[in-house]
C-alpha cells in the first residue's frame, strides 16, 4: 500500500539554514523528507544577514572559532562539512562572492541568492516544504512492527515519521520567528541546557558611563577587546580570547565587531577591557626631554591612535593628571585597558546569535542525534554551539545538517 501523505521518513522542524540544508541531504539519499516552519517563508534570518549579503561562510574556521561547554563536540561535523565544500556548492548556483576581511565570505549582491541555493537543491531533491505551519508538541508511538515512530502535531494536521530533525534555531531576534519550542522539546525529552544568553550582541553602560561616553555615539576607532571577568586575574574566563577589531560607542553602550565578538563570553556583573592603542607606545613623547606635560600634549599624542573627540574626552575624564614619569606610565597603561562594567546587554532584540542551547554531552557528535531518544536530531543555533561573528554561525549550520542529514 502507498504510504498516506501524512507518512515520511524525516520532518525537519523549522526552515532556516540549518534546517533546509539537512532537508535537502535527507531528500538526496532518497528520504521522504517534509520540512515545516511557522514562518511564511524559508531562510529569513539568511535574508538580514551579514547586511543583507550573508556571510555564509569563514575560510579559516576551526573549532576554537566556537564557544561551547564542550569544545571538541563541533571538530566531526566541521571536518566533513568544510568551508571548501559550502564554496563547491556556492559556486554549483553561479553565486558570485568575496572575501570581505580575516576570511569572510560575502555574496557579491544579495544573500537572497543563498535562499534561492536552499530552495533550488531541495526541490531537486523532492524535500516537501510547508510554510506557515505551526507545530504544536511531538510524541513517539510504537507501533504494531515494533518500530518507534513520532507523530508531529502541528496546526495542519498530524505527521509521522521515523526521524525528526530539531533545527528551529535560538532566541535572537524574535520578529523573525525565533521561539523556544527546540529547547523545550528538549527538555520534554530529558535534555539538559546550557543557559541561554544573548550574544554577538551590544553592551549597555551603566548610568554614570553613559552619561560620560555616550554623547561621542557614532565614534570609532580599533582596540583589542576581550571579556574580562571579574577583574581578578584567576575569574578571567580561560577560554576568552582577544579580538582586534573595531569598537563603536552607541547611544547606550558600545558596539562594533570587537564588542560584539567580547560580549559572546560575557556575563552580567563582569568587566571587558579595552586596549585603546594596540601595540603602541603613545605617551612616549611625553618622556622626552622638554616635552611640554600638559593636557594639549596628552591630547595630541592621543590623537595619533583615537578620534579627536575620544582623545579629548579620555583626556578630560581623567581626574588630576600626575606629571611625573610614573604618572605618566600609569596614564600610558590604562590607555591599554580601559576597563569598564556593562549594566547588561542590548537582549535577544537585538543579538546575532544565541549562546548555550542544547548541552552537546546527549548528543552524538557525528550524526547529532539524541542519546537520549533515538531518532530525534538537534543541528544549528539550537545547539550549545556558538560561532565568532564572521560566517561561523553558518559554518555551523551547513556542517551540523550534513551530518545529520546523512545519518536520518
Ligand atoms: C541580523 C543577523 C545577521 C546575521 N549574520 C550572519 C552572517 O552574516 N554570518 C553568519 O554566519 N551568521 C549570521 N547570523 C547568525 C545566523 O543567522 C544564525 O546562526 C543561523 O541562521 C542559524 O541557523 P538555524 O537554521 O540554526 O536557525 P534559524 O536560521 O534561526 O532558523 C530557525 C527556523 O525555525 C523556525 N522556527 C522557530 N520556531 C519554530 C516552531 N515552533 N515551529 C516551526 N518553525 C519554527 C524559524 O521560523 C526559523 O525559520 C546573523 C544573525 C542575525 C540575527
Not at 18 to 42: I, K, S, W, Y
Not at 371 to 376: E, H, T, W
Not at 382 to 399: E, I, K, P, R, S
Request: glycine content about 10%; charged content about 25%; proline content about 5%.
Amino acid at each position: 500500500m502507498p504510504p498516506l501523505l501524512s507518512e515520511f521518513d524525516v520532518i525537519v522542524l523549522g526552515a532556516g539554514a540549518a534546517g533546509m540544508m539537512c532537508a535537502f541531504e535527507a531528500g538526496r539519499r532518497g528520504r521522504r523528507v517534509l520540512l515545516l516552519d511557522h514562518g511564511e517563508r524559508v531562510g529569513r534570518k539568511i535574508l538580514i544577514s551579514g547586511g543583507g549579503r550573508c556571510n555564509f561562510t569563514n575560510l579559516h574556521t576551526r573549532a576554537e572559532n566556537f564557544l561551547s561547554a564542550n569544545p571538541h563536540f563541533a571538530k566531526s561535523a566541521l571536518a566533513r562539512f568544510t568551508p571548501s565544500d559550502m564554496i563547491v556548492l556556492v559556486e554549483k548556483h553561479g553565486i558570485r562572492y568575496h572575501e570581505k576581511t580575516l576570511g569572510q565570505l560575502f555574496c557579491d549582491d544579495s544573500a537572497q541568492r543563498i535562499v534561492t541555493l536552499l530552495e533550488r537543491e531541495c526541490g531537486e531533491a523532492g524535500v516537501e516544504i510547508r510554510c506557515g505551519v505551526k507545530v504544536n508538541t511531538v510524541r513517539r508511538e510504537s507501533t504494531l512492527t515494533d518500530a518507534t515512530k513520532f507523530i508531529v502535531e502541528t496546526s495542519a494536521g498530524d505527521f509521522t515519521c521515523e526521524s525528526v530533525v530539531v533545527a528551529t534555531g535560538g532566541l535572537s531576534i524574535p520578529k523573525m520567528g525565533a521561539t523556544g519550542f527546540g529547547y523545550e522539546l528538549a527538555q520534554q525529552s530529558g535534555h539538559s541546557l546550557v543557559e541561554p544568553r544573548a550574544a554577538l550582541v551590544p553592551l549597555v553602560f551603566a548610568p554614570e558611563d553613559r552619561e560620560r561616553w555616550c554623547d561621542l555615539s557614532g565614534v570609532s576607532f580599533e582596540v583589542v577587546a576581550h571579556a574580562a571577568g571579574s577583574g581578578k586575574a584567576k575569574s578571567r574566563p580561560q577560554t576568552a580570547p582577544e579580538f582586534r577589531e573595531k569598537l563603536l560607542i552607541t547611544h547606550r553602550g558600545v558596539s562594533g565587531p570587537a564588542v560584539l565578538q567580547v560580549s559572546s563570553y560575557w556575563k552580567p556583573g563582569e568587566q571587558v577591557r579595552f586596549d585603546l592603542a594596540p601595540d603602541r607606545e603613545v605617551l612616549a613623547p611625553l618622556l622626552e626631554k622638554n616635552a611640554r606635560r600638559e593636557a594639549a600634549s596628552l591630547v595630541s599624542a592621543l590623537r595619533t591612535v583615537l578620534p579627536s573627540r575620544m582623545a579629548e574626552r579620555w583626556v578630560a575624564a581623567q581626574p588630576s593628571p600626575d606629571w611625573t614619569n610614573t604618572g605618566i606610565a600609569r596614564m600610558e597603561a590604562e590607555l591599554h585597558a580601559w576597563t569598564l562594567t556593562p549594566a547588561g546587554t542590548e537582549g535577544f532584540a537585538k543579538a546575532e546569535v544565541t549562546v548555550g542551547g542544547i548541552d552537546t554531552a546527549e548528543l552524538d557528535a557525528r550524526t547529532m542525534e539524541s542519546r537520549r531518544v533515538p531518532g530525534l536530531y538537534f543541528i544549528g543555533e539550537v545547539v550549545d554551539v556558538t560561532g565568532w561573528l564572521g560566517g561561523y554561525n553558518f559554518q555551523w549550520a551547513w556542517a551540523s545538517a550534513v551530518s545529520a542529514g546523512g545519518a536520518v
